[in-house]
């Protein structure tokens, strides 16, 4: 895989992180956008984690690059589902958020390991770009912080957590 493509898809992924410290004036996204209305400490919690997954794809592309796929298997494996992610997923109070987060750590993961496995480069791409696809949903559907104000909330009640029937979380 070439350098500019490569930059292309960093860039893609970069654009799909939403500017959080923007003014909401009515012109922008962030008026559409659904805010989470979890405490500060959680807040800046889940946007390491995000943050951590970014950085993850990062470094599934550039091994891609280089086609090792065993490194891209890995990866992917370290992002999927387990029972931390899964109670951190389940206490921010809404639904759609909880099922995208559960999309990514399951489904998306599960794709990239499986086509990394056969040494699919196609395949791994789209599975790839499949999980970019829902990050870029998630980021344009919600919202974590509020501006100006940065008001702070009270945690939501954890919400019942429902795996696809053939998943199983690890520890």
């Known amino acids: 895989m070439n350098q500019n493509i490569i930059s292309l898809i960093l ?3 970069i654009s799909a992180v939403p500017v959080y410290a923007q003014q909401d004036n009515g012109s922008n996204t962030t008026s559409s956008r659904i805010l989470l209305k979890i405490p500060y400490k959680d807040r800046e919690g889940l946007m390491k984690v995000m943050r951590n997954n970014l950085q993850s794809l990062n470094k599934m592309i550039s091994a891609m690059a280089e086609d090792d796929f065993k490194s891209v298997q890995s990866i992917a494996k370290n992002m999927s589902f387990n029972k931390k992610k899964g109670k951190g997923l389940s206490r921010r109070g809404n639904a759609a958020f909880m099922a995208m987060g559960i999309k990514f750590h399951t489904e998306d993961t599960a794709a990239i390991m499986k086509a ?21 949903a998630c980021h344009s559907t919600f919202r974590v912080m509020e501006w100006p104000n940065n008001k702070f909330y009270k945690r939501p009640n954890p919400m019942k957590l429902v795996l696809p029937k053939e998943f199983k979380a690890t520890k």
């Open 11 to 13: 860039f893609l992924l």
């Open 116 to 136: 990394a496995e056969k040494r699919d480069r196609k395949a791994t791409l789209h599975a790839m770009a499949n999980m970019v696809s829902t990050c870029v």
